[in-house]
């Protein structure tokens, strides 16, 4: 009976010891085996046998990308400003054995070089150039611990300068000349304002006047053709005046010659004709000699005339 028992504990010690000696690896890790105390293999992902008592895991490798955020290191700047400044690195193991055996503590490791390298850079920098450099400094920092982590099997891929911290008075300062600034800015942008609103209305009077005046000229260009309208239709009223006067001068001498009048009387319709031009309006009337004949003339017969009538 005893040895039944006996039989099964040493099978389920086997098979304790067979599934100890089966290691999957899953996706994104790598394992480092050693034997007898050296260097075996690195087992990528997948299913792996190792041998009993011989083999053994000596490391496990997660090999995504990392990211391992610093505490703030103080640094002092070229123009002996002292601040705190907090990093943060993004990295990713590609060779797990150099991982495994390049370093104690790769961590602690970068932690330490990250602050030794950013002390060298922020040294030669002054204090405004740290605070606008952030992206050079990044690049910066990242070429030298790319750099310095290969023979540990590590990648650095990005280095972030989380925060930078500058003492207490420096920050009033900084919020001071801020402050300063944007007072100014507001000053520019109001002085400006005025700027364009009064050209804006120096401009509105330009056009206006500009209007006002083409506004008088039309008037004016107007007012002279309704003026040379006016001329014009009194001077055609004048002209028709005076040829229907003519037409009926001619009319009344046609037909005085055709009911037979002599000379004579034509002469004294010649001067009533010249009496009706004065109307009474010409101070002095030029009368040709040969109607001053006949003027006399009438005054003979109008004398004679008045003998003969009896009293």
């Known amino acids: 009976m005893m040895g039944f028992f006996g039989v099964i504990v040493l099978f389920i010690i086997v098979l304790i010891l067979l599934a100890s000696c089966i290691k999957i690896v899953p996706q994104a890790h790598a394992i480092v085996v050693e034997r007898l105390g050296a260097y075996l293999a690195t087992w990528p992902v997948g299913l792996h046998f190792k041998m009993p008592f011989i083999d053994r895991v000596a490391k496990r490798v997660v090999l995504k990308e990392q990211v391992v955020d610093f505490a703030p290191q103080p640094v002092i700047t070229k123009d002996n400003v002292t601040m705190r400044i907090d990093t943060v690195v993004f990295f990713q193991i590609t060779d797990p054995k150099l991982y495994a055996y390049g370093v104690e503590n790769p961590i602690m490791a970068i932690e330490n070089l990250t602050a030794t390298t950013l002390r060298n850079i922020i040294g030669d920098l002054e204090l405004d150039q740290t605070l606008t450099s952030r992206e050079t400094i990044n690049t910066k920092m990242r070429a030298s611990l790319d750099m310095a982590t290969d023979p540990w099997g590590i990648k650095v891929n990005r280095v972030e300068l989380k925060n930078i911290i500058p003492p207490s008075a420096i920050q009033d300062a900084m919020e001071k000349q801020m402050k300063a600034e944007r007072e100014r ?27 006002d005046a083409e506004a008088e000229k039309q008037a004016a260009i107007l007012h002279a053709e309704a003026e040379k309208e006016k001329r014009i239709k009194e001077a055609e009223g004048q002209a028709e005046a005076i040829l229907k006067i003519q037409q009926a001068n001619a009319d009344g001498i046609r037909m005085i010659k055709e009911a037979g009048a002599d000379s004579a009387v034509l002469q004294i319709k010649s001067l009533e004709a010249f009496a009706k031009a004065a109307d009474g309006k010409a101070t002095k009337i030029i009368i040709p000699s040969d109607i001053q004949g006949i003027a006399g003339l009438v005054k003979t017969i109008a004398e004679v005339g008045g003998k003969d009538d009896p009293q």
């Open 185 to 211: 800015r507001e000053a520019i942008l109001i002085a400006e304002g005025q700027k364009k609103s009064t050209i804006l209305v120096a401009e509105g009077k330009k056009e206006s006047a500009i209007l």
